[in-house]
């Protein structure tokens, strides 16, 4: 297209005439208007252009020279995003930077701050987050086909923690202590018992008021987003912990916590974001005055590792649809940290301490001596029996599962499914096929018995199936992903891959309520309890497996 009093396009062949004072000289008046128009525009695009171009090699450069978390840091802190922080910007955050080597608090500020025990070490914490990836979302094959950008805003505006750092007292981590003191290693308790009855709505906003159990939970993970759910709307709920170590004096804790955001205000559609867990380790003394150290983060090993579910808006009358849509994604990183020791506070007035709790400085450095401990594998093994009972079966990693079955020559029990079956990244039919049928004492006995089981991801198959070096563990995983044909599939299958039977989610559903006959033969509609249908189906399996296990 031609701009106003721009010469028009020049043949290939024509030479390119010097642009001089005479071929732009206007011809009146209104050229010379629309001239300085033409210009003025040119070098506002110029000048915008340039300044995103320069901003971008900002980024660029800040990301390299900071590193991730680094950047992560730095953008928190510049509200403006002009990379740049100013005074203002920095100055809430300011005395929260220097509790990282000493709680100091101006003594202007106490007075201010209830319930403040002058007697109690503090530590900060830092929070440290990556946004999900939206593109491992399924709906981003398609453009988010049929969800709009409004449903998806909280979503895509949430790029940093809303707390970077956060002042917390030793004492208020009592809440990770055990009930009682001959507790075994590895043995559970609830911190937050899971009591769920029934599902939660989902049309909500704000969370409710916590409980005092709650409390330090909703404080911890709120520093990534204010609206935090401590119960969560699905099970299982709840915090469950056990001792990894103790010494004469310390104990290290490791714990596990279910909880979910809402990320939507009104009046957007609600969306709900639930990491599959938090999961992390205290260290602290066995009175609670002292933190040695405290860790918490999402994992992140699995190609999936977040369930997200949304409302939509009826057009009509306004009111959101009780059908929820979903999907699954991965989080790189979701983590807080302590910033060393808890340590005593300091008081400062016109630059001069006037109050330091006298303490045993030394706890901070001495070297803790442990007198029984296991390892961090073992304690989770615990924290997820504790959550899930069907994980009283051990589900070996997928390709260890069938060199398992060939030695012991029986059956694969093998579930594919998107989410993870031992989180809360497990969707919809997956919740139910594990919190009603797996965990059942009859399935579990028979699993136990009869079956080697595993489970996995879609998208790990799939990368086994296109990436990986081994021939033989392609095979298998091309001839599960040959019988994938609904959102949560089991099999089973010989030890050689083989799949000799095979149900779906969806033919279980529709198994119990077909009409079967009764005793004397005659139509029943009564209902067929799925965990009967689950049994009938690993029955069969054994009966077909029979000629080929030489059982």
Known sequence: MELPGSPGPRESNEPLEPLTSQTIRPRSHRDLALMVVVL???LAATAVRGYLAFREALWEAAQKTLGTEGFSLFSSLDMNKDMYISPEEFKPDAKKLIAATSITILEEDVSQMKSFDLNEEKFAMMARFQPLLSETMSKSKNGFLGVSNFTLSGLRNWIVPDKVLRVFSARQFHIFL?????????????IIFKKLREQLPSNRFYPPMSKKKEDLIYKLLSMFHPRLFVKTRFGPQGAVACLMATSESYYTVAFRIHAEFQLNEPPLSPFWFSPGQFTGH??????????RDFRLFVPNHKPLNVEMEWLYKDEENGSFSSDLDM??????????????PSIPTEIYQKGKIIYRRLCEQSRQFEDIVWQQAISWEKAVQQLEVAMYPFLEVTYL??????????AENKLVHFILLWGSLDDQSCFGPGQGLRDIILGNSQILTLLKNSFISSWSQVHELNEIQNNHNNESHKKLAQLILEKYDSHVKMLLCLPNGTVIHDLSVDDLSKASEEIRSDDTGCPSNSFVHPVTIYEEFLQEGLFRAQSFLHV
Not at 178 to 190: C, I
Not at 397 to 402: G, I, K, V, W
């Open 327 to 340: 999907d699954t994604g991965y989080l790189p990183q979701m983590e807080l940290e302590s910033w060393g």
């Open 282 to 291: 205290v260290i602290l003394s066995k009175d609670s005055s002292h933190v």
């Open 178 to 190: 055990p009930p009682k003191e001959d507790l075994k290693l590895g043995e559970p308790w609830w």
């Open 40 to 42: 003025g525009t040119l």
């Open 397 to 406: 990693p997928f390709a260890e599962a069938f060199k398992q079955a060939k």
